[in-house]
């Protein structure tokens, strides 16, 4: 049984920083992506930052290249996203999700696995 579990939100002020992972067990895919995605009630959830297994290659959205970083333990299968520079734009729950290597890796519709999901809070 594929599990994802989340950890690290919290509430930080702006301009802070926060470590956010993604422990995923139970899957036997060797070519995988684990993206994190993010959600404001009222709007789409959003993927935001990408990693891939098969080289490590990462992908971002625009609005998050530069505060926040994806990246895999070197054993295991945990999942991180650093966020430093946080605004309050940046308040949603945060999901990280896992599927097969996909050319459209900031979609839900690319991913069959999710985490229950932390809410990040950023205070002005």
């Known amino acids: 049984q594929v599990q994802l579990v989340e950890s690290g939100g919290g509430l930080v002020q702006s301009g802070g920083s926060l470590r956010l992972s993604c422990a995923a067990s139970g899957f036997s895919l060797d070519d995988y992506y684990i993206t994190w995605f993010r959600q404001v009630p009222g709007e789409e959830r959003e993927g935001i930052a990408c990693?891939?297994?098969?080289?490590?290659?990462?992908y971002y959205k625009d609005f998050v290249k530069g505060r926040f970083t994806i990246s895999r333990d070197k054993v295991g299968n945990t999942v991180h996203l650093q966020m430093n520079s946080l605004k309050p734009e940046d308040t949603a729950i945060y999901y990280c999700?896992?599927?097969?290597?996909?050319?459209?890796?900031?979609?839900?519709?690319?991913?069959?696995?999710w985490g229950q999901g932390t809410q990040v809070t950023v205070s002005s």
């Open positions: 999700a896992l599927g097969p290597r996909s050319t459209w890796w900031w979609l839900i519709a690319a991913y069959d696995y």
């Open positions: 990693f891939s297994s098969k080289d490590g290659s990462t």
